[in-house]
């Protein structure tokens, strides 16, 4: 990838590369991590589970030889892992680092994490059990379209920050404002000041003509299966599966599991599961572009 004319490769500051699944984010971070030494940090939300390795395309072991790695796989498939929890172990890895003399570079996929890092993310305390299981009741009673209802009547000021067709905001927000007695815009309002602010940082986003990451998509795809990506999804299966779980959203993971139980043949899950990370790189591709317009964009090869 050609890196932009203004970018200082020798430069300490962190280096925060962002873009959608298969770009060749990973292979840059460590390109830059030769140039200057520096230690890697994840910025995917699925890359941090334990049981997936080959279907989220983790570092390999050559890889984690060759620069200093965070936060990949450490956390176990049973437990739920959020932004904050992405926000706080990322501040003590960025004290690690800068005691060791390392510039980071952070690089994944996950929007949600970067905007966290360089615009501040609420406080938010965590959600009672109490106010879960009532959601619980309310998404069985009335579907997941009922928080963005509940929103509009309850908390008129968050509902109009939301994407209201998105279940996984509404049902947050509508929790949160149960849980603590604030509505989520009063704590988003009180934002503490962010981790690393984007005018202390080297943002490079990697974009390309979206054929090119189809074409990329299907080949990684193609080599993940051939590399023991069904032995993963089956060892998943076994061990922990809860389709709601968000260590269970990996892209794929679901329509491979369909030929492990029979109900697809192995060309068509494959067929979908591609289909599926479309999809997924294109959701990814519209939030980059609508919510970093401040990054350098650097083209995929």
Known sequence: MQLPNDFDP??????LIA???ASGKSSLALRLAADCPSAIINADALQVYSGWHTLTARPSEADLAAAQHHLYGHIDMSETYSVGHWMRECARTLDMIAADGLRPVIVGGTGLYFRA???????????????????????????????????????????????????????????????T????????????????????????????????LRARIDRRLDQMIESGALAEVDRARR?????????????????????????????????????ATHQYAKRQRTWFRTRMRDWSVIEMQ
Do not use: M
């Open 19 to 21: 873009g959608p699944t």
């Open 117 to 179: 890092l360089t615009e501040g993310l609420a406080d938010i305390p965590v959600i009672s059990e109490d106010v879960q299981e009532a959601a619980d009741e309310v998404e069985r009673r009335e579907g997941l379209e009922g928080f963005a209802k509940r929103l509009l009547e309850e908390d008129v000021k968050t509902a109009g920050r939301l994407d209201l067709n998105n279940p996984a905001r509404t049902r947050r927000a509508w929790e949160v404002l149960h849980s």
């Open 10 to 15: 020798l430069d300490p500051r962190p280096v």
């Open 181 to 212: 007695g604030r509505p989520l815009a009063d704590w988003q309002d009180d934002t503490p000041p962010p981790l690393i602010p984007l005018r202390n940082s080297q943002p490079l986003l990697v974009s390309g003509p979206p054929d090119t």
């Open 239 to 275: 061990t922990f599966w809860d389709p709601n779980a968000p260590s269970c959203q990996a892209i794929g993971a679901a329509e491979l599991i369909s030929y492990l139980d029979g109900d697809l043949a192995l060309d068509e899950a494959v067929s979908r599961a591609k289909i």
